[in-house]
Each structure stands twice: as C-alpha cells, then as structure tokens.
C-alpha cells in the first residue's frame, strides 16, 4: 500500500509539474530559459578540462557529449515547435562540435541563446498554436516546454559526472 501512496503521489507532482510550466507567460518563460543557460554554464565552468572526456562507464556519453545532446535536443525540439528547419541542419553538435571545454561551453550557450532570442520574438498567439509531434497536437509554448525538460534532464545527468571527478556540483538555482 505504501508503494502504490508513493507512485500516486509521485505522479502527482510529475503531471502538476507538466501543466504548471505550460501556464507560464511568455516573459517567465524568457526568464526561466535565462536561468537555466546560467546554471547550466556553472555545470561546465565547474568541470575541469580534462573532464569533458569522462565517461561514467564506457556505455554512455562523456559529460561533452551529454552537453552537446543538451544543446542538440534544444534545437530541435524547438525547431519542431516553431515548424521551421532546425539551425543545425541535419548535423549534430554531439558528433561535430570538438569535445573541449572552449568548444562545448561555446556551442551551449549558442544553443540556449537562439532558444531565448526565438521565444522572445514568439507573440502570445503563435504560442498556442499547435504543432504534431510524436502523433499529438502540442502548442508551441507546450513544445518550449519539452526542450526545457529535455535540457534539465540532461543537465540532472552530468551531477554524478562531477561528483565521480571530484567535484562539488554547483548549488541548486530554483529562482
């Protein structure tokens, strides 16, 4: 019983958590991009430069490939969303940007940097205009969302990544 309390409450707050962020307003959305680019930018000014090529284990990405699918995941959920080529074209910041510190941190904050200019020249109208994706009608705005949750997914990730490196994660960064 008390495991069947804890999945409901669980999926509680992960649909509450789904909904809330499609009720922001454009400018809280702006400001919420804004502050995930600058944590994010803590995460890979913390890693030192020869972490970029660390692998927790050798089955999954290094923490510049998990970066660099951060930023590739922005653009194209975004792209979808605006039904609009994806910037990169058909390449892959993953598989073409140099796995340095210089090179991925640039690469990042480009990434965050388009979505924020694109969501700023977004009107309230074209927001809720729907898009398909993966077979669902999805607004706009609802699609900026998925990039958001793709991004701190991702970001989420590379915590063990600094850990196991030896260093201290940087501090949570709600507001």
């Known amino acids: 019983m008390k495991r069947l309390s804890l ?20 400018p809280q959305m702006v400001a919420e991009w804004q ?3 600058a944590y994010t930018k803590q995460y890979l000014d ?7 090529a660390f692998k927790p284990t050798p089955e999954i990405r290094s923490f510049a490939q998990q970066m660099l ?25 993953e598989k073409t940007v140099a796995q340095t510190k210089d ?18 020249g977004m009107t309230p109208a074209q927001m809720q ?3 398909k994706f993966a077979n669902q009608d999805i607004t706009r705005s609802g699609m900026f969302g998925k990039a958001f949750e ?9 915590t063990i ?12 960064k709600l507001f």
């Open 161 to 172: 990544y600094l850990r196991l490196k030896g260093v201290t994660p940087p501090a949570e």
């Open 69 to 93: 699918h951060l930023a590739d995941g922005s653009y194209l959920l975004v792209s979808i969303g605006l039904g609009k080529p994806n910037p990169l074209g058909k390449e892959s910041a």
């Open 7 to 26: 999945l409901f409450t669980l999926l509680v707050i992960a649909f509450a958590g789904s909904s809330v962020y499609a009720q922001f307003t454009q």
């Open 103 to 120: 090179a991925v941190t640039k690469a990042v904050m480009d990434s965050y940097d388009w979505v924020i200019t694109t969501l700023q």
């Open 46 to 52: 913390a890693m030192p430069e020869d972490g970029y």
């Open 129 to 131: 205009e729907t898009v």
């Open 35 to 37: 502050r995930a680019k």
């Open 150 to 158: 793709h991004q701190t997914h991702h970001r989420g990730q590379t």
